[in-house]
């Protein structure tokens, strides 16, 4: 992908952004220059300052500078980035973002509605959709399901209801009441409440379920009837009618609520959402019945577009979109002449709108992202996949004179898909842009204009501008990381392969885009499983194999983290498949993904290690903490005795502006350290736990040489290239990558047994290539302790130097979804049908 030879030469950029004095974050007052109207790629090794220099001086200037032009009134209405950290920067142009942030995921948000092309099929089918005789035209908004004129009355658009029955509420119907029957209702002292009601109403509470006749049943789970009844605890359904029948005080007056009603209050106006999680047990879910799960109104879905309706069009890959309407925007669709006859209006109406939804479509196709429905829910994407169709919806906005600043493009790209993508960039940088982007890619970095490598190492060894200039020069930098992989030789990769103990067997898999797939699975090796973006990778992988493994293993899997109502979730998606062979060699299952390890500041790396414990306990061991009887909890800035009580632990307050950013300013009473005073008299080795916290996992490395516990712990997190986090960094500040290392890192501080399957969702996304170095020695060491890795990877490094490779494709969504070649690295790279085959040749 070797770029134009004539090479811009400094003095042909249109003109230069000139940075001065930026000392955000571990910036150490850096001075740059880089060129506009080019496409400047910002390097050097996870943790290193390029983030804080793209995103967190130059984007947070202009973002700045654009808003000040802007009404107080409607700076409100912006996620306000803080002022930055900076002297001056000259000659800087607007810019527009395109980070891996979600945003708040619901699934009410989708493919069509970030880019826009639901609202443009909506007019479609409004102005030319093909009617019923007599029915009148409806709006475009009546074609969408989050609005009252669209939504499906029965399901108010979400496509399924959501009901409760006698089965659910009461799994195993030979229990009495007594013996809690009526699973649904509360385990504690609500249920037991529930249970002397009964008893005060005459209901036998001690005769099995299922002898119960069916009217008492199904009044007792549900009756919308709330009675309220005198109450006698303790009493036996014989004294408790004696009391009745002589009126004696009650204990309490007690009001009855069926287990349906219990189950839809709670669902409804609980706030926690473990509450949440036990009541939608009894809950199940189906297609309604009325609109079929399409979510809209029959009047809606009776109007048809080259024969489907709007919903059945959303749920076709866009790839299929395009070839549908191309007919109509080139005005060659069959029956095209009579309706021009009889509605020229319509035809005009209808050749515009496809027009334009085919060539913003046609975008969406270049980037690779063909196989996405317009239906499909954003928090199902990938980062890299948001983040492209971001970058569509710029591509085709047609602004110029913009700069754009890009958070690694190419995470969770297939070296075949970057292809497309860096012809994007070149798209936008043709239109009269400027691109700074944050990448660890070599290919990418290779078709720069111009680096910016930071370094020379992360955190406080970082932040220094190492070089800044046309690609060739870095070349001479001894010092950068980046370098010596640009310009480095691919040896060593190339090892002898280790062989498998055994065979994991998957048969008639059956998911996405896989229907009836058999796979097999090396164990006792490293194994590697590529393919394209949307081949069906992670189906197989971090879907199925987890589920099934987990599902013998007996572990129940972590809910899927969505915020956002349940009830608008999709059905849960059936899986089709079994392992027929190998499951006895796996005694454990160990899934690492990119999901936070923490929502709040107040979850950071050394409370989710479990290393922070280690260290209270060294600090409530210390004379002084033992003289004041402190325990380890007093050294928890999440406990009230030990915080500081003016910030909650928080370390700073919050001061609104109502106009500007909210200002969050150090606690005048702690000075940012969370705890009270008296906490932090006590010392450990002079330092005490704010000063702990706030150092470096290095720094701390050297300082607990001699606590075997805290020492391991550290030393993992350095092998996995954390060493520049701090112990107390917040959740909220890590990357995906970081919180995926930390994962790692813990479960490495764990006694090697052997025998356990570790899968991992591309781990090396966000990392430096020599950051993933380190990475792959740690995996190694797991290979060789007895277990299996299995990681779906695209980066070319890591697929060269696995012992075994599956290819899924050959294309995306319906062209993908079978094993293209599965075998040794070398078997692979010659294999004429995959795309992975010709890169994985460059380097073996």
């Known amino acids: 992908m070797a770029k134009d030879t004539d090479k811009t030469s400094a003095k042909e950029f249109t003109g230069f952004v000139n940075v001065r004095g930026a000392r955000e974050n571990n910036l150490k007052n850096v001075n740059l220059t880089i060129p506009r109207d080019a496409l400047v790629v910002f390097t050097g090794v996870s943790g290193s300052g390029k983030s804080s220099?793209?995103?967190?001086?130059?984007?947070?200037?202009?973002?700045?500078?654009?808003?000040?032009?802007?009404?107080?009134?409607?700076?409100?209405?912006?996620?306000?980035?803080?002022?930055?950290?900076?002297?001056?920067?000259?000659?800087?142009?607007?810019?527009?973002?395109?980070?891996?942030?979600?945003?708040?995921?619901?699934?009410?948000?989708?493919?069509?509605?970030?880019?826009?092309?639901?609202?443009?099929?909506?007019?479609?089918?409004?102005?030319?959709?093909?009617?019923?005789?007599?029915?009148?035209?409806?709006?475009?908004?009546?074609?969408?399901?989050?609005?009252?004129?669209?939504?499906?009355?029965?399901?108010?658009?979400?496509?399924?209801?959501?009901?409760?029955?006698?089965?659910?509420?009461?799994?195993?119907?030979?229990?009495?009441?007594?013996?809690?029957?009526?699973?649904?209702?509360?385990?504690?002292?609500?249920?037991?409440?529930?249970?002397?009601?009964?008893?005060?109403?005459?209901?036998?509470?001690?005769?099995?379920?299922?002898?119960?006749?069916?009217?008492?049943?199904?009044?007792?789970?549900?009756?919308?009837?709330?009675?309220?009844?005198?109450?006698?605890?303790?009493?036996?359904?014989?004294?408790?009618?004696?009391?009745?029948?002589?009126?004696?005080?009650?204990?309490?007056?007690?009001?009855?609520?069926?287990?349906?009603?219990?189950?839809?209050?709670?669902?409804?106006?609980?706030?926690?959402?473990?509450m949440k999680k036990r009541v939608m047990q009894y809950m199940l879910s189906t297609d309604c019945p009325m609109c079929q799960g399409k979510r809209l109104r029959p009047e809606s879905l009776s109007v048809k577009f080259a024969g489907y309706d709007i919903t059945e069009l959303s749920r076709l890959p866009l790839k299929r979109i395009e070839s549908i309407l191309r007919p109509f925007a080139e005005g060659k669709a069959r029956g095209h002449k009579k309706q021009e006859a009889e509605h020229p209006e319509q035809t005009i109406v209808a050749q515009r709108i496809a027009e334009d939804l085919c060539a913003r479509v046609k975008v969406l196709l270049d980037l690779g992202l063909g196989y996405l429905s317009l239906e499909r829910s954003t928090p199902t994407l990938s980062p890299g996949e948001l983040q492209r169709l971001r970058l569509a919806t710029q591509l085709y906005s047609h602004l110029f004179g913009v700069v754009y600043v890009l958070d690694e493009p190419s995470a969770g790209l297939h070296p075949a898909d970057t292809v497309s993508l860096l012809k994007a960039l070149d798209g936008l940088k043709k239109a009269g842009n400027s691109l700074f982007v944050v990448e660890h890619e070599t290919e990418v970095i290779r078709y720069a204009d111009w680096i910016v490598d930071v370094g020379p190492a992360a955190g406080e060894k970082g932040g220094e501008i190492l070089y800044s200039g046309p690609p060739e020069g870095l070349k001479q930098i001894k010092q950068s990381k980046t370098s010596a992989y640009l310009f480095g030789s691919s040896e060593g990769l190339?090892?002898?392969?280790?062989?498998?103990?055994?065979?994991?067997?998957?048969s008639g898999v059956t998911r996405n885009n896989l229907h009836n797939l058999d796979a097999a699975f090396p164990l006792g090796v490293f194994t590697a499983v590529t393919g394209v973006s949307g081949s069906g990778?992670?189906?197989?992988?971090?879907?199925?194999?987890?589920?099934?493994?987990?599902?013998?293993?007996?572990?129940?899997?972590?809910?899927?983290?969505?915020?956002?109502?349940?009830?608008?979730?999709?059905?849960?998606?059936?899986?089709?498949?079994?392992?027929?062979?190998?499951?006895?060699?796996?005694?454990?299952?160990?899934?690492?993904?990119?999901?936070?390890?923490?929502?709040?500041?107040?979850?950071?790396?050394?409370?989710?290690?479990?290393?922070?414990?280690?260290?209270?306990?060294?600090?409530?061991?210390?004379?002084?903490?033992?003289?004041?009887?402190?325990?380890?909890?007093?050294?928890?800035?999440?406990?009230?005795?030990?915080?500081?009580?003016?910030?909650?632990?928080?370390?700073?307050?919050?001061?609104?502006?109502?106009?500007?950013?909210?200002?969050?300013?150090?606690?005048?009473?702690?000075?940012?350290t969370r705890y009270n005073a008296k906490t932090l008299e006590v010392t450990y080795r002079d330092k005490n736990i704010a000063e702990v916290l706030s150092m470096t996992v290095d720094a701390a490395w050297e300082f607990f040489d001699e606590e075997p516990a805290v020492y391991r712990a550290l030393t993992v997190l350095r092998e996995v290239g954390l060493g520049y986090l701090r112990l107390g960094q917040p959740a909220t500040e890590l990357s995906g990558g970081e919180a995926q290392r930390i994962k790692l890192a813990t479960e490495l501080q764990r006694a090697q047994r052997g025998n356990t399957l570790y899968i991992l969702d591309e781990p090396t996304t966000g990392l430096h290539p020599s950051d993933t170095d380190k990475l792959m020695t740690q995996l190694d060491s797991l290979v060789e302790a007895g277990n299996t890795v299995i990681v779906v990877e695209h980066d070319m490094r890591v697929i060269a130097a696995s012992d075994w490779v599956i290819d899924i494709g050959p294309g995306a969504g319906e062209d993908g979804g079978k094993v293209v070649v599965a075998g040794t690295p070398q078997q692979v790279a010659r294999s004429k049908q995959s795309k992975t085959a010709p890169f994985l040749k460059q380097l073996i």
């Open 537 to 672: 990778k992670s189906s197989l992988v971090s879907q199925v194999l987890v589920e099934l493994v987990a599902q013998y293993l007996g572990h129940e899997l972590p809910a899927e983290e969505e915020e956002g109502d349940e009830l608008e979730r999709a059905a849960p998606l059936q899986t089709g498949g079994r392992i027929t062979e190998g499951l006895e060699s796996i005694k454990r299952l160990v899934r690492v993904d990119q999901k936070p390890i923490g929502r709040t500041p107040r979850s950071n790396m050394a409370t989710y290690t479990g290393l922070f414990d280690h260290v209270r306990k060294l600090f409530a061991a210390t004379p002084m903490a033992k003289k004041r009887r402190y325990d380890a909890g007093r050294f928890s800035f999440n406990v009230a005795k030990g915080r500081c009580e003016n910030c909650q632990g928080e370390g700073f307050v919050m001061v609104e502006l109502l106009f500007l950013p909210s200002v969050y300013a150090p606690c005048p009473v702690c000075h940012s």
């Open 53 to 274: 220099l793209a995103f967190g001086t130059l984007y947070a200037e202009a973002q700045r500078r654009y808003l000040e032009s802007v009404s107080p009134y409607a700076r409100r209405l912006f996620h306000q980035m803080a002022v930055p950290e900076v002297d001056t920067i000259e000659g800087l142009p607007p810019a527009v973002a395109l980070q891996q942030q979600r945003g708040t995921p619901t699934t009410r948000s989708s493919v069509g509605s970030v880019t826009t092309l639901s609202n443009l099929l909506r007019m479609l089918y409004s102005r030319a959709g093909d009617y019923p005789r007599g029915q009148s035209i409806i709006y475009a908004e009546a074609f969408s399901p989050n609005t009252a004129e669209g939504a499906c009355p029965t399901c108010h658009g979400l496509g399924r209801i959501y009901e409760v029955t006698e089965k659910s509420m009461v799994p195993d119907d030979s229990l009495t009441i007594r013996e809690r029957a009526i699973a649904a209702w509360p385990t504690a002292w609500g249920g037991q409440n529930q249970r002397d009601i009964l008893v005060t109403l005459g209901y036998d509470v001690d005769r099995p379920w299922r002898e119960l006749p069916q009217k008492d049943r199904d009044w007792i789970l549900f009756t919308d009837e709330q009675p309220v009844v005198p109450v006698y605890p303790g009493y036996t359904p014989e004294q408790t009618q004696r009391a009745l029948k002589r009126k004696e005080e009650p204990n309490y007056m007690g009001t009855f609520t069926s287990a349906r009603r219990h189950v839809f209050h709670t669902f409804a106006n609980t706030n926690s959402p473990l």
């Open 494 to 506: 190339n090892r002898e392969p280790r062989k498998p103990t055994g065979w994991l067997r998957l």
